[in-house]
Each structure stands twice: as C-alpha cells, then as structure tokens.
C-alpha cells in the first residue's frame, strides 16, 4: 500500500499517545479514520487534532466508545464505521490498544492480570476476527498488530515483574507471523505486520493505572500504594521511611517520566509505523533501542534474563523502566 488518501484506517485505544498520532498523520494524508476508545474525552481531543487545519471535503473521521477485549463492543464498533463512514470495506486495520499491569501471578490480584491480557492480546485478536471481512472486501488491505519488545524479550528488568504483558505480546507477534501464510493462501491481497516499539513517550503508565483501579483518578489509592511499595522493595529501594504522600509523588514522577522523557516520541513512532507500512514490511521494530534489543537477545538469548544483561543495556540506551 503505497499511498493512503482516499483509504478507510481503523484505529483502535485512538484517544492517546501512537493512537492518536497514527490518525493525526494519516488524516494528514487524506486517510479517512475511525477510532475506538475507552475515553470519549480522548478521542474528542484526538479528533480536535486532526481537524485543526480544515480537513478536505468529504474525508470523514469518526470516534467509537469500544472495549477491544469485549468482542460485542468490537462487533457494535464496526458496525458504527459501516454506517458512520458509508462503507462495507476497510483498507486498514491498526489493532493498537493495550495497557499494562497485573505483572506479577504473586502480587496482583487475577482481574489484573487478566485485564492486561486480554486488552492486549485479545483486542488483536478480536480485532482481526471483526474487521477481516471488511479487509478482505476492499482491493487491497494491510494489518498492523502492535507488539513490543516484550513481545521478543519478557522483561523490564530483573526487579519488576512483567507476566501479563509480556504473554500478551509475545502472543501478538507470533499471531501475526502465523498470519501472513494465512493471509497469502486466503487473501493474498492483505498483508499485515507486526509492531515493535521500545520505549515511546505516551501515558501507558497512567492510562494503565486509571483503567486497572477503574476511579479515573490521577491519585492511587490506599491499596495502589501498598502495591507501590512492594514493588519499590522488589527493586532494592527502602520505601519504609516514605509517606503515603511520598510514594504518591514518585508514582506522579514514574508516569511523567515515561511520557517526557522517552528516546522517542509517539508522533515519531507513528512516522515509522506507517512508512513501514508503505514499504511493505511485515517486521516493523521502532526506536533505536528497539533495534538494539533486539540484536542482543538474538546475539545471547541464554543470559536474556541475567541481571547484567539488563543493566547493561540500559545503561547503554539510557533506559529508567520499572
């Protein structure tokens, strides 16, 4: 797909971070979107965004209340785009909600753990079940199924525990790979790709945290901030001298952090993606660190999950996760 004005992109978790950035820039280039969302407030803003300049006559872009880990809001989601966008075919198909949490099978509760499984796992998959026929209908079509580094290396240092995520990653990549003989035996006219970024500045973090305790809160809550601390003592940092309002400050810092001080910005990441797209590739790897991880594990796959392993290669690309 070598141009997308004129296409109809589904974009689901549109409201924020590479979301919203992939519908800016595809609007940008005459692309028609529709997006899903938890957060209708999100997804206005994301729409704002693209209609700051004054979109071109009849290019559409529409914004959906979905779910992607329940498929009945998925199916009422197509729907919507059938009739909202006038179409029964789509061009793209940009499966992109995830967060994180449940991390750990000891210290977060099972609804944890599943939440952050089946967002991200089972939004792909979900998504790609709804959206296939409308694919297969239109002349030429492209799958982009965004995984991670966690999708190759389960890990985000040897302090933290990082199971659901990483699971649902690997889950991801390994779908989309089994997926491109699938598609080019049944439909040889659609394509897909698997994303993996490295660190990129969005508010996963904070999303994350909101959609876990389900307040929408910006402050945790008296169990959040026993689970902090557990997870601070995991990492080698004495939390028993800090306030509640200490432990509240740091968490406020991690999620600022993440978002500000990434080796790469979402709107970046979004370029990346859809160039990768447009070049036809099916193994998109984003960022610098990304490219680098990925060279290592393959170099020593055994000390993976050493601890030296990770420190080093923070070190070398500038990593603060955890």
């Not at 609007?27 to 997804?43: I, K, L, T, Y």
Request: charged residues 25%; aromatic residues 6%; hydrophobic residues 40%.
């Amino acid at each position: 797909m070598k141009e997308f004005a004129g296409k109809i992109a589904v974009i689901t978790g549109g409201g924020t971070g590479m979301g919203r950035e992939l519908a800016r820039q595809l609007v940008a280039e005459g692309c028609n979107v529709a997006m899903c969302d938890v957060s209708a407030d999100a997804m206005a803003e994301t729409k704002r965004l693209c209609e700051v300049e004054k979109l071109p006559q009849g290019l559409r872009v529409t914004t959906h209340i979905a779910d992607v880990s329940i498929e009945d809001q998925l199916l009422r989601f197509r729907d919507e785009i059938a009739e909202q966008q006038s179409t029964d075919r789509i061009h793209l198909l940009f499966n992109n909600a995830g967060i994180g949490g449940g991390g750990s099978l000891f210290t977060n509760s099972r609804e944890q753990w599943e939440r952050t499984f089946n967002i991200c796992w089972g939004g792909v998959y979900y998504g790609v079940r709804t959206f296939l026929p409308m694919l297969v209908k239109a002349d030429e079509g492209h799958i982009v199924n965004t995984s991670s580094v966690n999708g190759f290396w389960a890990s985000i240092g040897p302090g933290v525990s990082h199971t659901a995520y990483s699971a649902a990653k690997f889950a991801v990549k390994g779908f989309t790979e089994a997926l491109i003989n699938d598609l080019r035996l049944n439909a040889p006219h659609v394509k897909c790709s698997v994303v993996m970024p490295g660190h990129i500045g969005t508010s996963i973090v904070s999303n994350s945290r909101k959609l876990q305790s389900g307040t929408g809160s910006e402050r945790l809550s008296e169990n959040e901030i026993a689970q902090t601390r557990v997870r601070l003592a995991a990492a080698g940092i004495d939390a028993t001298a800090m306030s509640d309002e200490d432990v509240q400050g740091l968490a406020a810092e991690r999620a600022r952090s993440f978002r500000e001080e990434a080796p790469m910005t979402a709107a970046a990441a979004a370029r990346v993606i859809l160039d990768g797209v447009k070049a036809g590739r099916w193994r998109i790897l984003v960022g610098d660190d990304a490219n680098r991880l990925d060279e290592r594990v393959r170099q020593t796959p055994e000390r993976a999950y050493d601890a030296e392993f990770y420190q080093s290669f923070a070190a070398e690309v500038g990593w603060r996760l955890g």
